[in-house]
């Protein structure tokens, strides 16, 4: 059992995600480490923002937290469990199980000197790294998120996003109606939505004449979820090899978020 660090689920947090999490497999060695600290060891690793490699001694080995971390990405736990956990928050919140509105916005990091895989530049931002379009529901609850290489343009990687919402539609049939900025704007880009994904995006932009910040309608719950994420120091720069893993840290970093609401 691991000592009690700030970023540890309590244990009624992890009687909620532990009934999600898969069983032991049927072959081969019998499971021997507690998932409760493996957990807790992951969740550290992305508040504190170590490397796998200087996870405090009371977690278990580094090389048996990575390989949890890795197995539950490739085979798409992460992704399961979160999605779960979103209509458990918003049962309790007394919505429906699925969205149909969210909004949807871009966000550059740099990357570490190490990171090579989808990394470019936004001339924008004057970043080198990567560019996380994402997609909130109206409670700020992620619904998708895809991880591309910062130079990726808006409309680009808005379709790249789009493309794996329309690949499960079937969790998301009451979807239809996304808000975005003046990025993603233009007749022939809507169009093509409207055509390829059968959304409808509603620009919202900004006020003539207003500088500084100004709180936008409907598309400011997506900022509040980056800035939920801005709490998980490994998410500030990106160190992950693949852009995968990036991927799924932050279906962690909105995990855990949703169970510190539930309990």
Not at 176 to 193: A, P, Q
Request: contains cysteine.
């Amino acid at each position: 059992m691991t000592s009690a660090y700030s970023s540890s689920l309590t244990r009624d947090q992890w009687d909620l995600l532990s009934s999600l999490l898969p069983g032991p497999n049927a072959t081969g060695r019998p499971r021997t480490v507690d998932l409760y600290d493996v957990i807790n060891a992951i969740l550290y690793l992305l508040t504190t923002g170590c490397a796998w490699g200087l996870l405090p001694d009371d977690f278990p080995p580094y090389s048996t937290v990575y390989y949890y971390f890795r197995q539950w990405k490739n085979d798409g736990t992460w992704k399961r469990v979160h999605d779960h956990i979103v209509e458990w928050v918003r049962v309790v919140d007394d919505r429906p199980k699925t969205p149909s509105a969210g909004a949807l916005d871009s966000q550059s990091v740099p990357t570490a000197v190490m990171v090579n895989q989808s990394v470019g530049f936004d001339g924008g931002k004057k970043i080198k790294g990567r560019k996380r379009f994402t997609l909130v529901d109206t409670m700020g609850l992620l619904i998708a998120v895809t991880v591309v290489a910062a130079s990726t343009p808006e409309r680009e990687g808005a379709k790249q996003l789009l493309q794996t919402v329309k690949e499960e539609r079937e969790r998301l049939p009451r979807l239809i109606r996304i808000w975005v900025d003046g990025g993603f704007s233009g007749v022939d880009f809507l169009k093509t939505v409207i055509d390829l994904f059968g959304l409808i995006l509603e620009v919202v932009l900004r006020p003539q004449g207003k500088t500084g910040f100004v709180l936008l309608p409907r598309r400011w719950v997506v900022e509040r979820s980056y800035g939920w994420l801005h709490w998980c120091r490994r998410l500030n720069v990106d160190y992950e090899r693949l852009p995968k893993s990036s991927e799924a840290l932050i279906y962690i970093a909105m995990t855990r978020v949703m169970l510190r609401r539930l309990a």
